[in-house]
């Protein structure tokens, strides 16, 4: 090799070796700030979860961008669901102990001075009762979160999120008891499978497939037997589906032409949609409406129900949610009771393990109670 092709070769090795170190410190840089996300995040979880019970929500404020409307809008939807939850527990004589926070992240990216996260939340919600000397209770709630960060003075802050968020109520427009304690069911048998309707099985079904819900199992994974409807107007109905009429893990209700699933084309409109799926119970005879009304008129003795209609509702049996109107805007299958005898329930979208019935609706919201026949 002659001396041009020596001095070629020494500036080529040189560039190669500048450029190699270049990239390791752009990775070195770029793994610094992930961590420093993910550390961030953890924190402002966290920190959400102790505020739910500590409605220290001042603190919060160091964790958003002060003079941004977005941020602030994103911090008010916080402090707005701790006030809904803790003044819920109070109309309801609940006292709230602990909340635990964990997250799965599923996506993070960042460029610059900003970051694009989407992760999973499931929160654990610890509570006893104030006039009633039981254990501990706890309910899990799930959400998927879809979040921008933006750095400022090297820290961290919350620009933006989103979520579905079962908690997004008025704290003012909370139903209340007329004694001011919570509804409570003398239920404690288990459920048992009938001839028709395996309502244990369904129950379990419920639970192992509550997805991302603190508690749930199956990984905190749907069943990937069926469909994901969660972007397509909600999962509620498909799930309440599945609960009462899988034929292997569920209640076992026989499919019939309009209530079906196929395994490559989806659930039917009776299947995943609310009203529909309603309106095929009812007349297909496999439901019962045991009664419809407000909070107030569903625990409230009648001529009817002397200990009032949601004393006879059983895990397995389902109950269906209007906001308004009379269309039917979401389902869930109840699972059984805590030690008060607080009737509890799982959903989809959003995520809820073994929640209080009327946790997430106002004083307008109306149930319907409905009996799936044995």
Not at 36 to 53: C, G, M, P, T
Not at 94 to 117: F, H
Request: hydrophobic letters at 35%.
């Amino acid at each position: 090799m002659n001396l041009t092709n020596k001095f070629v070769a020494a500036i080529l090795i040189l560039c190669l070796t500048l450029l190699s170190c270049k990239a390791e410190v752009y990775a070195a840089s770029g793994d610094q700030e992930e961590q420093e996300v993910r550390a961030f995040l953890d924190k402002l979880y966290k920190q959400r979860a102790d505020i739910l019970v500590s409605r220290e929500t001042d603190r919060l404020k160091e964790l958003y961008l002060h003079d941004n409307k977005v941020s602030k809008h994103a911090l008010r939807n916080e402090v707005n669901r701790t006030n809904y939850l803790n003044e819920w527990a109070i109309k309801r004589a609940i006292k709230l102990v602990k909340a635990n926070s964990e997250i799965r992240i599923v996506r993070l990216r960042t460029s610059k001075d900003t970051a694009k996260i989407s992760l999973v939340h499931s929160l654990k919600v610890d509570y006893t009762y104030t006039n009633k000397n039981v254990p501990v209770q706890s309910f899990g709630i799930g959400t998927e979160h879809y979040l921008t960060l933006k750095k400022l003075d090297d820290d961290w802050k919350v620009h933006k999120e989103w979520y579905l968020d079962p908690l997004d109520e008025n704290p003012n427009k909370i139903a209340v008891t007329d004694d001011g304690t919570s509804p409570s069911v003398n239920y404690r048998q288990q459920p048992v499978d009938g001839k028709k309707y395996r309502r244990a099985r369904a129950v379990e079904y419920a639970n192992k497939y509550a997805g991302t819900a603190w508690g749930a199992g199956n990984n905190h994974r749907y069943n990937r037997k069926y469909a994901d409807y969660s972007g397509k107007g909600g999962d509620c109905t498909n799930f309440a589906s599945q609960a009462v009429g899988d034929e292997k893990e569920g209640g076992g209700l026989p499919m019939t032409g309009s209530w079906r699933y196929f395994a490559n084309k989806g659930g039917s409109e009776a299947w995943i949609r609310t009203d529909s799926f309603y309106n095929f119970l009812i007349y297909s005879g496999y439901g019962k409406l045991l009664a419809r009304g407000q909070f107030r008129d569903i625990i409230a003795p009648s001529a009817k129900y002397p200990d009032g209609a949601i004393s006879h509702i059983q895990p397995g049996d389902l109950i269906g949610y209007i906001i308004s109107g009379s269309d039917v805007d979401h389902f869930s299958i109840v699972v059984g009771f805590d030690d008060y005898g607080y009737p509890l329930v799982n959903s989809h979208s959003a995520d809820r393990y073994r929640v209080p019935f009327d946790l997430g609706w106002d004083q307008y919201t109306k149930y319907l109670l409905v009996h799936i026949r044995d």
